[in-house]
């Protein structure tokens, strides 16, 4: 039964990939080539292939992956601004900094210290990306001061993984 549930979600919310051109991000991101910003069916079958990944640091990588998606997603949002997708600002934000977290989370609570200058790299890059974004909305906005959150977590969880 759950092998014809995974089929289905895995029929039904294929969708065309490309790499992404964007040279900021620390990896190659996988995206949409239509900025498809992952819906609820996105996100079970993400949690599904998670839960199947069995070894941890199979789940870290996937996690790493899950994280660098959510980033593009809030650039393209705030990036569009101008053609209606500002209003995602606050719901993108508050799933890449929760994403981020699992990550952290997964690599401190097992002591992954091989991944640790790795996802610190990462972060060096994600926090400069976030500091272009804060560029590019109103400073007297509530969507700065959510972009500004998500540049605090990153230090925070920066310096987690430094705790290692």
Do not use: P
Request: hydrophobic share 40%.
């Amino acid at each position: 039964m759950l092998c014809v549930i995974i089929l289905i979600l895995n029929t039904y919310g294929v969708i065309n990939v490309a790499l992404a051109d964007n040279t900021d991000l620390s990896s190659d991101v996988v995206v949409a080539t239509d900025m498809h910003i992952a819906n609820v069916v996105d996100r079970i079958r993400e949690k599904i292939t998670l839960f199947f990944k069995f070894s941890n640091r199979h789940k870290v990588d996937y996690q790493k992956d899950l994280t660098e998606k959510r980033l593009v997603e809030l650039k393209y949002v705030v990036e569009n601004m101008e053609n209606g997708t500002g209003d995602r600002i606050e719901e993108l934000s508050s799933r890449y900094t929760t994403y981020l977290g699992y990550l952290t989370e997964m690599v401190v609570k097992n002591k992954m210290v091989d991944k640790k200058q790795k996802l610190l790299d990462m972060y060096e890059t994600h926090a400069k990306i976030i500091e272009q974004l804060i560029t590019k909305v109103d400073i007297d906005s509530g969507f700065w001061l959510l972009l500004q959150h998500d540049k605090n977590y990153l230090k925070i969880y920066s310096d987690q993984i430094k705790g290692l």
